[in-house]
């Protein structure tokens, strides 16, 4: 935790530094480069040399409309922001909550999807924020998670993980009372596991958007532009409904 808020306000110091590619510089040369973790299913995925995902298939789309090659680079997530601020790639899909704390260290797009954090756990287990007092909690690290756990009055412990599925795996092996992350992939664990854990409350709601470095507003219209056109379009509901059977726009 106290890493991450280092990190992000160190961050936040040097967002004047080196020049990100402009629109036009990344036109001319015909490849957009975009990072993401790709440990975290079902929104970015890497499988042996394959990179799937919800948001691998969206910004693969959104290039194509934008007519670029994608080159893929996969990092750490909480390292991900950092290395955009080094301007080691264009931009950051990796289902990034757009939070006040985070815009200020890089320009989020509009909204690419929208969901909220939600407690999983063993039947008989912690389902609401109140049924946390008292209890472990696995959350990865840098993540929205963590601050809205730590929000929670009385509850024991919270465990980071480099990796959500680490998460997940401690609660799997009882070393925790119970996981906090995104809805949809608690449901695609409780589905997993077939009853051996279930979803309890929502603890809160995001906007998930695309980072680009603070200030790259070229890239940040075109971007705009492009997942607009592919809301509009049919590609978005396409590819959502692939993977979640349901289409994840945010509708307000
Ligand atoms: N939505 C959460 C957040 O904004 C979690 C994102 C985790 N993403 C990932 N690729 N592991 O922090």
Redesign the pocket.
């Known amino acids: 935790m106290k890493k991450t808020l280092l990190s992000l306000a160190a961050l936040t110091l040097l967002a004047s530094g080196a020049q990100a590619r402009t629109w036009d510089a990344i036109r001319q040369s015909g490849t957009i480069k975009i990072a993401?973790?790709?440990?975290?299913p079902p929104?970015?995925v890497l499988k042996g040399k394959e990179l799937t995902g919800f948001e691998v298939e969206l910004a693969n789309e959104l290039a194509k409309q934008m007519g670029l090659k994608v080159q893929w680079v996969t990092q750490p997530?909480d390292n991900?922001l950092i290395g955009l601020q080094q301007d080691r790639y264009d931009f950051v899909i990796?289902?990034?909550?757009i939070?006040p704390q985070r815009a200020k260290a890089v320009d989020f797009t509009n909204p690419h999807y929208c969901?909220g954090?939600a407690i999983v756990a063993k039947p008989g287990g912690p389902k609401t924020a109140a049924d946390l007092v008292g209890k472990t909690v696995a959350v990865?690290v840098?993540?929205?998670?963590?601050?809205n756990v730590r929000k929670v009055q009385g509850v024991k412990e919270v465990k980071t993980f480099p990796?959500?599925t680490d998460a997940q795996a401690a609660l799997m092996a009882g070393r925790v009372d119970a996981w906090v992350?995104?809805k949809f992939t608690g449901l695609d664990l409780v589905k997993a596991q077939k009853g051996k854990v279930v979803a309890g409350e929502l603890l809160f709601n995001?906007r998930?958007g695309m980072a680009v470095k603070k200030g790259n507003a070229s890239l940040l219209k075109e971007l705009n532009a492009a997942l607009a056109k592919s809301l509009s379009s049919g590609s978005y509901a396409k590819i959502s409904g692939k993977y979640f059977n349901t289409d994840v726009r945010c509708k307000n």
Request: aromatic residues 14%; proline residues 0%.
């Open positions: 993401t973790e790709g440990a975290f929104f970015n997530f991900l990796a289902s990034h909550g939070t969901t954090g990865q840098g993540t929205t998670y963590l601050d990796k959500d992350g995104d995001e998930i």
